[in-house]
């Protein structure tokens, strides 16, 4: 099941934690946020740690950063905003509540599209919110099974930004699309890296029309929020089907085991308290819009277009390399040297297939510079596209010098007078298969060229064989 097949039935609605990770310190305190492979514990402070007496101070650079990626969703940007104490005990929330924001969010009524099957989805983004990411929880084996838990503080205080759709999205396939264009966005502002691990961490609410709605709590991977959704839309499916009605409740969606499981039920929910942080004062940020919007960089459906114009790209081809910054990059360092069309055709389809084959990222492909080697070297007829694709899987694989790996495994395509030598030879030498080729076979020429390849090791272009035997073969 793909999902596809349910349109009109499926309703889903998406709560997307993203840390903006490239601040340089958390949101209420001086600690860094770079604590990526840090010993747990070591980047705490009174307050991230919420100790008793200390005071939070509001990072600027978080509510402007905030506020940006409000405007590249075209949302409103409040007039006020105003933070509040979220009032819930956890082990990785010492204080006994979360700042977050309630009444008064940063940002609201936005706008996201995504490509839902030749189409354009608009969904629409309720609220974009700042909160504080509380610490970590770190289980022995799943959540179920673990002995104990353990708490990490290094991750408490982070600067989170939550972004709330309305129930807008109709397939966990669109989910999925919907979070990579999220992310692509938040790149392209430079405010967060999607690559660190929990960068980004989601919630999802998934009914089908008439049904109960289920929320599935802290799905962390990229691939786990389609996952998650398939699993349990096809419970909720079997249910029906059953005749058993599906309940509102919360679950857990278990990544090892790729299942949701039962967190707590409606009668258990909690019931937060929510009242405004009065250690933090409101905030007038409507004025800081005009400021922030002419800071705005070019966005990736701006970039898309740009790229149609500015090289004769394909939509495709546009679609693909814009998709991620990097690669969008990338594409406009080696288009700035080569044929644009054919550098889209080779990071877009090749390049981009071999990354995906080995699940890794463009920040681990080699060098733009040897990119625009290849393509030199290919445009010049001096190696075929099968070689240049052979060039390039080395320099994944292998990495070095594409000079080296050209001369080193004979890829360079051997000269015409070469080939030319070798088509006289493979005449003189199978008299049999030209007196078949005249007698109208002509499935001997193919026969011949063989033999030419085998000759030049196979380094020959086989169309150029083709044609200098068959002008050979006219004449004698
Ligand atoms: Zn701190």
Request: aromatic share 6%; glycine share 6%.
């Amino acid at each position: 099941m793909d999902g596809d097949g349910l349109e009109g039935s499926v309703i889903i609605g998406l709560e997307i934690h993203c840390q903006l990770n490239k601040l340089n310190s958390k949101l209420f305190c001086g600690c860094s946020t770079k604590q990526q492979g840090l010993e747990p514990n070591t980047m705490t402070c009174p307050v991230c740690l919420g100790l008793p007496g200390a005071l939070p101070v509001i990072n600027k650079k978080a509510v402007e950063y905030s506020i940006m990626v409000g405007l590249a969703l075209s949302c409103e940007i409040a007039e006020h905003t105003q933070f509040y104490r979220k009032n819930y005990y956890y082990p990785d929330l010492p204080r006994g509540f979360q700042i977050t924001q309630y009444d008064w969010p940063i940002a609201s009524n936005g706008i996201l599209t995504v490509e839902a099957d030749g189409e354009e989805r608009t969904v629409r983004i309720r609220r974009v919110h700042m909160e504080e990411d509380p610490g970590r929880l770190v289980h022995q084996g799943s959540i179920e099974t673990s002995k104990f838990v353990l708490v990490d503080y290094n991750r408490s205080g982070m600067p989170l930004l939550e972004v709330v759709t309305e129930p807008d999205l109709r397939s966990p396939k669109e989910a999925r699309r919907f979070i990579n264009k999220l992310r692509n966005i938040l790149e392209y502002l430079d405010v967060f890296d999607g690559s660190l691990e929990g960068a980004l961490r989601v919630d999802a609410n998934v009914s089908l029309r008439g049904g109960a709605r289920v929320e599935i709590k802290n799905i962390s991977s990229y691939k786990g929020v389609e996952r998650a959704l398939l699993f349990e839309i096809s419970r909720q499916q079997n249910m029906k089907r059953r005749g058993v009605k599906v309940t509102q409740e919360t679950r857990h969606y278990d990544d090892e085991r790729n299942c949701t499981i039962t967190l707590r039920t409606k009668e258990q929910a909690e019931e937060y308290r929510y009242y405004p942080e009065p250690d933090l004062v409101p905030l007038s940020v409507k004025s800081w819009e005009p400021r922030l919007k002419a800071t705005l960089p070019e966005l990736p459906d701006a970039r898309r277009e740009r790229f149609k114009k500015q090289y004769s790209i394909s939509d495709d081809h546009a679609k693909v390399i814009t998709s991620e910054i990097r690669v969008a990059n990338y594409y406009e360092c080696v288009a700035g040297k080569c044929e644009p069309r054919l550098a889209a055709t080779w990071v877009a389809d090749y390049l981009k297939g071999e990354l995906n084959y080995r699940d890794r990222d463009i920040k681990d492909a080699f060098e733009p510079e040897k990119m625009i080697y290849i393509l030199e070297q290919l445009k010049t007829g001096i190696i075929t596209d099968k070689g240049a694709v052979e060039v390039m899987r080395a320099l994944l694989d292998e990495g070095g010098d594409p000079k080296d790996i050209i001369l080193s495994r004979n890829l360079a395509k051997v000269e015409t007078d070469i080939t030319k030598a070798a088509v006289k030879d493979v005449i003189k030498e199978n008299l049999e298969a030209i007196r078949d080729y005249k007698d109208g076979k002509p499935q001997a020429l193919n026969y011949l060229v063989g033999k030419v390849m085998k000759k030049t090791n196979g380094r020959a272009d086989p169309a150029e064989v083709n044609l200098l035997l068959r002008e050979l073969l006219e004449c004698t």
